[in-house]
C-alpha cells in the first residue's frame, strides 16, 4: 500500500512540476538557512568532555569582599587567587587537580639562521592530561617529583615537535624558550577541543596550545599569564613577587571527582577552607563561598555560545516558519486542484484516512527532498561563514549526525505543513465532484 | 470603484489560502524589520572614527626574547631604526592599539569622594612621540614633551600627569576644562595636563569606548605593540621593511601581528560585517520566498474562478476592472499581514530587547518594510492579475 502511495506521489509531483519544485525549494531554502546556524550552533554549544560531566568542574572561590560587580549573575570572578591556587593543590581530595594559567613562548629553532617564533602555552599540573584525555604520542607526563620540585621540564604539542624538530621520538632534547631551556618529557598530540572549555578567559575558540609547563615554575621563572587578571583590593603590586601574594584573581582551577556525591564532599572540604581563611583573615565576605561547575555548566554560564548566534539562530528558524506556511499555501492550491481526483478516489471506495495518507505520502516526498537540497544549502551556507570568519575552519563543519538532523527536521517539518491541506483534501464530499463530471 | 465589499465577502468564502499570506507577510515583516535595524546598528558601529591617522599607520607586536632585557632601551633603540626607514613620519612603542581587543585598563575617579566619577579607562603608554604617531588632535592644554616621560620606574609605579580623550574629560568635569584639574587612580592624584579630541581603546564593543587616555611611560614589560606612522602612499613599502629593520637591531625577537591599520579594523569588526551580511542573505531570501508564495496563491486563486472572471467579463466588465479586483484583494490581504506584523515585528524587538544587547526598533523601519511589502506584494500579484484579465468571456459560456 505505501508502496503504491509512494508511486502516486511521484506521479503527482511529475504532473505539476512548477509547484512541485517551488514547494521542494521553499523548504530547502528555509532547510538551508536553520541548518547552517543550528551547525555553528552545535559546533559552539558542543561539549567535548560530554562524557565527564559528572567528573570535571571548574573551581571558584568568593575571595573579594561585598559591593564588587563582576560579569557575571552570581557575583564570582570566573579565576581564583594565586595563594588559593596553591593552597588548594597541596589539599587531597579530588582524583586529580590542577591550577593553570595560559601562557606564551618566544622559541628559539636550534638552527642557526632560524628565527625564533611564539609558541602558545600552558602552565598546569601533571594532572592536566589524564584529567582532559590528552594522547601522548612519545613519552609522558613529568612526573610528581619534577610537579613539585619546579623541573624545567615540558611536553610539547605534535605541531610544535615537527616545526622544532621535524617530527620523531624527540623526548629528552631541550628547547630554548623566553631564554630559558626546557627538556622535553613527552610530546603529545595536538590537543584542541572545541571550544577550549577549559580557559574561555579570551575567547572560547583561539588557537591550541603547544608547549606545556609545571605550574610550579611560576615563582622561578616569572611565568606571564595571557589572560585576564582582575582585581578587587588597592593593592601594590611592584614585582612578580607581590602579584603571588595578592588578592588578584588570574589563576584557573579544575578538579576531577568521582561524581556527584564526591562533589558534595568535596564542595564541604571547600567550605572548611573558606573558613579556614577567613580566621586568618581572608575571605571579607559574609556570602564567601566556593562553587563548582561541570564542564556543561561551565560553557553555559560563561556564554560561549555567541550572542549572534542565538539571534540567528532565532531569525533563521522563523525563517523556516515562513517558508512551511508558504508551502501550506502552495500545497493547499495544488491539492484542491487534483480533489476531483480525491473525489473519483473517495467514490470508487477509498476511506478519508487513504486519501489523507496518500497525501501525506506526497508532502514526505517532498520533505525528503526539500531536506537533501536543503543540506546542499546549508554546505553552501557553511561555505560562505567559512569565507566571512577565517577563524570558523573548525567551527562550520558539518557532519552526519547534523546531515541526518537537517533531512528528519525538513521531513517533520513538511508533514507538519502537509496536515491541514491532506486533511481538507481528506473531508472531500465525493458527491461534488461527481456532479461536475 | 474598488468593490471592497464583494471582495471582502469573496476573501470571507475561502479564507485558509488568504490566512496563509497573511500569516507569512506577517511573519516576514517582523523578522526583516528587526533584521534590517541590527544591520544598520553594526553598519554604525563599523563606521565609528578611532580617531587616529588610520590610513597611515601600521601596528605589530613585538615579544621578546631574554626576560632580563632593558626593555625600555631596547624600545628607543627599535623607535629610532624605525623612523630611519624612508616614508616614515614617526614611530612609538605603546602597550596597546586601538581596535585590537587587548589591551590595559583601569578605573580613574574625578574625586576622592564617593561621588566622583569612575570610568574604566583604556591607557596607552608611551614616550612624547606616542601622540604624533597617532596623529591626535589637541583640544587644549598641552602634550608630552620629552622632559615629562617617566624613565626609570618600577613595576608597578603610577604616573602623575595623564592626558585626557575629549569623552572622558567630559564625563569627568562636565562644563569645565579639566587642564589642571586632578584624577584619582586608587589614592594618587594625577594632573591632567591635556585633551585631545579622540582616540578608541582597544574594544571596539565595550561601552565607554572612547574613554582613553596617555600616560607618559614607556612599555617596560617583554612584550610591545608598535605603531609606526608612515606618509599614506609610502606605507605599504614601509611595512615590508619593518620585520627586517627590527631584527637586524636584536633578532632574538618575534614580529607578530604585522598590519596596516585598515587590516586591523576589518578583523575588528569581522563578526559585525558577517552577521551584517548573514542578516542581509537572510531578508533577501525572506522576500523571494514570500513574493513566490504572493504569486502561488494568487495564481491559484485565479484558476479557481476562471469562470466567475468569464461571467464577469462577458456581464461587460473591462479588463482594467478584472486587474483591480485582483490587486485589491491582494492589498487587503497584505494590509491585514502588515498589520499584524508589524504587532509581530514590535513582539520581536522586545524579546530581541530582553535577551540580547539590542536597542528598540526605531519605528522608521517598521514603515520602510511596511511599505516594501506591499510593493513586492502588489508586484508579485501583477502576473496573476494581468493572466486575469486575458481570460477571454466565451469561457463563461463554456461547460456550464
Not at chain 1, 615537535?161 to 622535553?184: E, H, P, Q, R
Not at chain 1, 478516489?345 to 527532498?369: C, D, K, T, Y
Not at chain 2, 467579463?313 to 479586483?325: K, M, N, P, S
Amino acid at each position: 500500500m505505501l508502496a503504491y502511495y509512494l508511486k502516486l506521489a511521484w506521479l503527482s509531483l511529475k504532473q505539476s512540476p512548477v509547484i512541485s519544485a517551488l514547494m521542494v525549494l521553499a523548504i530547502a531554502i528555509g532547510i538551508g538557512t536553520a541548518g547552517t546556524s543550528l551547525t555553528v550552533h552545535y559546533t559552539m554549544s558542543h561539549n567535548p568532555m560530554a562524557h565527564k560531566d559528572d567528573n570535571l568542574y571548574a573551581l571558584q572561590l568568593k575571595s573579594h569582599g561585598d559591593g564588587h560587580d563582576t560579569d557575571k549573575d552570581d557575583g564570582l570572578y570566573y579565576q581564583i587567587t594565586y595563594q588559593d591556587a596553591v593552597n588548594l593543590s597541596q589539599q587531597d581530595g579530588p582524583v586529580r587537580q590542577s591550577p593553570m594559567i595560559r601562557t606564551g613562548f618566544t622559541v628559539k629553532p636550534a638552527k642557526a639562521d632560524a628565527y625564533p617564533f611564539i609558541a602558545d602555552g600552558r602552565a598546569a599540573t601533571r594532572d592536566f592530561f589524564p584529567m582532559f584525555d590528552v594522547n601522548f604520542l612519545h613519552g609522558t607526563a613529568w612526573s610528581v617529583e619534577q610537579d613539585e620540585l619546579a623541573s624545567p621540564v615540558t611536553v610539547i604539542s605534535q605541531s610544535l615537535n615537527d616545526k622544532l624538530f621535524g617530527g620523531g621520538n624527540n623526548v629528552g632534547k631541550t628547547i630554548d624558550a623566553n631564554g630559558k631551556s626546557y627538556t622535553v618529557v613527552g610530546i603529545v598530540e595536538d590537543y584542541r577541543p572545541q571550544p577550549l572549555f577549559y580557559d574561555v578567559n579570551n575567547g572560547a575558540f583561539h588557537m591550541h596550545e603547544e608547549m606545556f609547563i609545571p605550574f610550579s615554575l611560576l615563582p622561578v621563572h616569572e611565568v606571564e599569564a595571557w589572560g585576564n587578571t582582575n582585581g578587587w583590593k588597592q593593592e601594590e603590586i611592584n614585582s612578580y613577587a607581590d602579584r603571588l601574594t595578592s588578592e588578584q584573581y588570574w589563576i584557573q582551577y579544575w578538579v576531577e571527582l568521582e561524581g556527584t556525591e564526591h562533589k558534595a564532599t568535596y564542595l564541604q572540604q571547600l567550605a572548611a577552607y573558606v573558613e579556614q581563611q577567613q580566621t586568618l583573615g581572608r575571605f571579607p565576605s559574609e556570602s564567601a563561598i566556593a562553587s563548582l561547575r561541570s564542564v556543561s555548566q561551565w560553557l553555559e554560564y560563561n556564554e560561549v555560545v555567541s550572542e549572534d548566534n542565538r539571534i540567528l539562530l532565532a531569525l533563521s528558524f522563523l525563517f523556516l516558519l515562513v517558508c512551511l506556511v508558504n508551502m501550506v499555501g502552495l500545497l493547499l492550491a495544488k491539492f484542491l486542484r487534483r480533489a476531483n481526483h480525491a473525489g473519483i478516489r473517495r467514490a470508487l471506495g477509498a476511506s478519508q484516512g487513504q486519501i489523507l495518507a496518500q497525501h501525506m505520502m506526497e508532502v514526505m516526498v517532498i520533505g525528503v527532498l526539500g531536506g537533501l537540497l536543503g543540506s546542499l544549502f546549508s554546505l553552501l551556507g557553511l561555505a560562505g561563514l567559512r569565507q566571512l570568519y577565517p577563524g570558523y575552519d573548525q567551527l562550520a563543519r558539518m557532519d552526519f549526525t547534523i546531515l541526518m538532523a537537517l533531512i528528519t527536521l525538513s521531513t517533520i517539518a513538511a508533514l507538519l505543513a502537509g496536515l491541514f491541506p491532506a486533511w481538507r483534501i481528506g473531508r472531500t464530499n465525493p458527491a461534488t465532484y461527481l456532479k461536475s463530471q | 470603484m474598488f468593490e471592497i465589499k464583494p471582495i471582502f465577502s469573496a476573501l470571507l468564502r475561502s479564507k485558509s489560502g488568504p490566512l496563509l499570506i497573511i500569516l507569512q507577510l506577517a511573519l516576514t515583516l517582523a523578522v526583516v524589520a528587526n533584521a534590517g535595524h541590527i544591520i544598520q546598528e553594526r553598519l554604525e558601529l563599523m563606521a565609528r572614527d578611532t580617531g587616529i591617522a588610520e590610513s597611515e599607520l601600521i601596528g605589530f607586536t613585538v615579544s621578546e626574547m631574554h626576560m632580563d632585557k632593558d626593555f625600555i632601551s631596547q624600545r628607543r633603540q627599535d623607535e629610532q631604526a624605525l623612523r630611519a626607514i624612508p616614508g616614515v613620519i614617526d614611530a612609538s612603542a605603546s602597550n596597546q592599539i586601538p581596535l585590537t581587543n587587548s589591551g590595559s585598563s583601569t578605573t580613574i575617579s574625578s574625586s576622592l569622594e564617593e561621588n566622583g566619577v569612575d570610568l574604566n579607562i583604556g591607557y596607552f603608554q608611551g614616550n612624547e612621540h606616542l601622540f604624533t604617531t597617532l596623529g591626535l588632535t589637541l583640544v587644549e592644554g598641552r602634550a608630552f614633551t620629552a622632559n615629562d616621560i617617566m624613565t626609570d620606574f618600577k613595576l608597578g609605579a603610577l604616573p602623575t600627569q595623564v592626558m585626557l580623550s575629549r569623552y572622558a574629560a567630559e564625563l569627568y568635569f562636565p562644563g569645565e576644562s579639566a587642564v589642571g584639574k586632578q584624577v584619582y587612580l586608587r589614592d594618587t592624584p594625577i594632573e591632567v595636563i591635556g585633551v585631545y579630541d579622540r582616540l578608541q581603546t582597544p574594544w571596539a564593543q565595550r561601552s565607554h569606548t572612547y574613554a582613553s587616555a596617555l600616560i607618559p611611560m614607556e612599555n617596560a614589560s617583554f612584550f610591545a605593540r608598535y605603531l609606526v606612522r608612515a606618509e599614506a602612499g609610502q606605507r605599504d613599502a614601509v611595512l615590508k621593511q619593518i620585520e627586517q629593520t627590527l631584527l637586524k637591531v636584536d633578532p632574538d625577537r618575534v614580529i607578530s601581528g604585522l598590519r596596516t591599520f585598515d587590516q586591523i579594523r576589518e578583523r575588528a569588526y569581522r563578526n559585525d560585517n558577517a552577521m551584517a551580511k548573514m542578516l542581509g542573505v537572510v531578508i533577501m531570501l525572506l522576500l523571494v520566498v514570500t513574493a513566490l508564495g504572493v504569486v502561488g496563491l494568487a495564481s491559484y486563486s485565479v484558476g479557481q474562478r476562471r469562470k466567475q472572471i468569464g461571467t464577469r467579463r462577458a456581464l461587460g466588465a473591462t479588463r482594467t476592472a478584472i486587474v483591480r479586483h485582483f490587486l485589491t484583494e491582494n492589498l487587503m490581504i497584505c494590509l491585514a499581514g502588515v498589520f499584524l506584523g508589524s504587532l509581530g515585528a514590535l513582539a520581536l524587538s522586545q524579546y530581541l530587547m530582553n535577551h540580547y544587547e539590542l536597542t528598540r526598533l526605531p519605528l522608521f523601519y517598521l514603515w520602510t518594510t511596511m511599505v516594501g511589502l506591499v510593493v513586492l506584494s502588489q508586484l508579485a500579484a501583477a502576473a496573476p492579475a494581468l493572466r486575469a484579465a486575458r481570460i477571454s468571456p466565451a469561457l463563461a459560456t463554456r461547460s456550464v
